[in-house]
């Protein structure tokens, strides 16, 4: 006995908190992947983020009220499509604002801060004019409702396995596309010396565009796939932004695999805390603990060795 | 006690109650039809210098229409408008026609101050409905007591508060939560309740009275208190201990974004709600909530509050059907919603039991003000500017809606300084 619980309750539920820490860190990955290849690709400071993932969630919405309308029958498969249109909306959208305002701003890092958070604010107000400013709920396909009974006590959320098997997925794909394609080739060339990757004739322009657009399309997958668990509405960009840059700077603005690394010990830290304690106390020990780590490692957790 | 939504005597005493209000106000028992301007010369019901004409009054509206806010604050501008408009077609206040002015507060308080004083000095508007959160309240009060307006509040709040420049038409705390905890511990046989909220003011306070009321006056366990910051996403491990606790009722004051995470993440973690337990009581999700949230991920969840869209008694009838012809088919209507609504009314009835605008006349015509076609049923403002009004509990459904599963025989006294719940 545990207090009061016997071991069989207590190992129970060990294993749900584990797996909900799980649950959160396939969260934080997917919030963060987007913005840690724009942040840390291009060193542009995308606070426009959370709104290219609302992008996506209103897609998927329109997306199930279509199908909800015109294919009813095909409504069990409409998840994965909307993924896809989110994914290409986003993107594009993205590809439109590099180029109408990223592109004139990538020697003014700080600038870009200014410029895309007006964006972020330019977005919402017109989420909020034209969707609406009340939240929308998104009606989901039954079988990606509820949970798994393993015992009687273990349940697991589909929606929360769903989340995990996304976030594999995409971070494999976006492994492939930066390590094992042509074209990451030319993207960490392009970071590492713009000049020279121009000069040998890699097209820059086009480079940058595709990879802003890529972090873009992948908030938009992201937002999409928080349907499931969070609230789809105009200002709702803003309750990921915060955790999303967190998740970034602690793992070292230029490291993938720091983002995943940071996004593992951050989300136990936090799901683990949150078990013994109150939410916004566990919350103030997770950016205390944040805090602290940067201050002895103003990198982050991973840096690129790269010369500067 | 009954499940019957319409308990046999609302009928008749909202008749008694009526009449007993007409015989108060010899001025309305005497008018067969409505007020004419012409008895009521300018000069004599404007000392002031308010904005009011011979055949015009103007009147503020102060929400965010912008903003985070905007999604909880649409609502209750359309109630607003909607009150405006019937009140003008029925002869208006003493015979005036209400005009709006509309300010945005664009969920931002200092905003909200500013333009508040705008509202009061420069367009000197005779009362503004208006505010939200009790941020938003707090920020403007100083304004309303300096330049001495009138202010007409729509939202339950956490109560602890009474300015004579405020008509408080949302219920306080203590009207909201006690008789809900009552009911399930009567009713559901609840002994152990989980508190849970976001955290700021209004959950803090609601649940420490909770938490007084259930200790102390029901002598039942509280065996967990937790808050979430504003617009937390992820409740996977309160759910966890949630069920490691057991508790028989999960009192949940989560509002906002986090609302929406918090329901779909207790479906997906699989506590049933339209089980026998445990049972979600909550004090913060309304048809509009529901909206975002979903009807299938909050089906037979409980919530306690003084209004819902689906009220069977004829008063709510005409308002729901008049309230969806002005703003669309698809529109719901929620508890703050119908509060806002209120105001203008209780404001025009106000104005002519004293026979003026001047807010000193107002005051003291105000406490005692009873609205017999209020959508809630019967309301009377009590002398601390809060309304005495009943409180229901609802069981929602997938469609959206509240199914309402219990009302108090009686109104109840509104209460913002509880002694024994500080």
Known sequence: ?308 | MTKDTKSPNLYTMNRRQLLAGMSAIPLLATMGGPLRASDFPTAEVNKTGLAVTDDKVTVGILHSVTGTMAISETGSVEAEKLAIKQINESGGVLGRQIEVIQEDGASDWPTFAEKAKKLLVQDKVASVMGCWTSASRKAVLPVFEQYNGMLFYPTFYEGLEESPNVIYTGQEATQQIIAGLDWVAKEKGAKSFYLLGSDYIWPRTSNKIARKHIEDKLGLKVVGEEYYPLGHTQFNSVINKIKLKKPDVIYAIVVGGSNVAFYKQLKAAGIDMTKEKPVLLTISVTEDEILGIGGENIVGAYACMKYFQSLENDNNKEFVAAFKEMWGDDSVIGDVTQAAYLGPWLWKLAVEKAGSFDIDPLKESLPGIEFTKAPEGYVRIHENHHLWSKTRVGRAKDDGQYEVVYETADLVEPDPFPEGYQ
């Not at chain 1, 993107?91 to 007006?118: C, N, Q, S």
């Not at chain 1, 989300?267 to 103030?284: L, N, R």
Request: positive net charge.
């Open chain 1, 1 to 308: 006995m545990i207090g009061d619980y016997t071991y069989y309750e207590f190992s129970s539920i060990l294993a749900m908190q584990a797996f909900a820490g799980l649950i959160l860190f396939s969260v934080f990955v997917m919030m963060a992947l987007g913005l840690a290849i724009i942040f840390g690709q291009m060193g542009v400071i995308n606070m426009a983020h959370g709104e290219f993932m609302i992008l996506g969630a209103y897609v998927t919405y329109f997306t199930s009220i279509f199908f909800e309308h015109y294919l009813p029958s095909l409504f069990g498969i409409y998840f994965f499509l909307a993924m896809i249109l989110a994914f290409i909306v986003s993107g594009a959208l993205g590809m439109f604002v590099e180029w109408a305002m990223i592109r004139h701003l990538y020697k003014r890092p700080l600038d870009t801060l200014l410029a895309t958070w007006g964006l972020s604010l330019i977005l919402q107000q017109f989420y909020r004019s034209v969707f609406g400013a009340r939240e929308v709920g998104v009606t989901l396909p039954e079988y990606l409702l509820g949970s798994i009974s393993l015992t009687d006590i273990i349940e697991v959320p589909i929606n929360g396995l769903f989340v995990m098997g996304l976030t594999l997925l995409i971070t494999f794909g976006v492994w492939f596309l930066m390590y094992r394609s042509g074209w990451g080739k030319k993207v960490r060339a392009v970071i590492q010396n713009r000049v020279m990757a121009g000069a040998v004739g890699i097209n820059t322009k086009m480079v940058d565009r595709m990879t802003f657009g890529l972090g873009c399309g992948i908030a938009g997958v992201a937002g999409s796939a928080f349907t499931m668990i969070g609230s789809t509405g105009p200002t709702a960009g803003q309750l990921y932004i915060v955790d999303t840059f967190l998740v970034v700077v602690f793992g070292g603005a230029a490291s993938l695999l720091g983002t995943i690394a940071s996004a593992f010990t951050i989300s136990q830290a936090q799901s683990t805390m949150e078990f013994f304690m109150s939410g916004s106390m566990a919350k103030v020990l997770t950016l205390l603990t944040v805090v602290g780590i940067l201050m002895l490692r103003p990198q982050g957790l991973f840096a690129l060795k790269i010369r500067r």
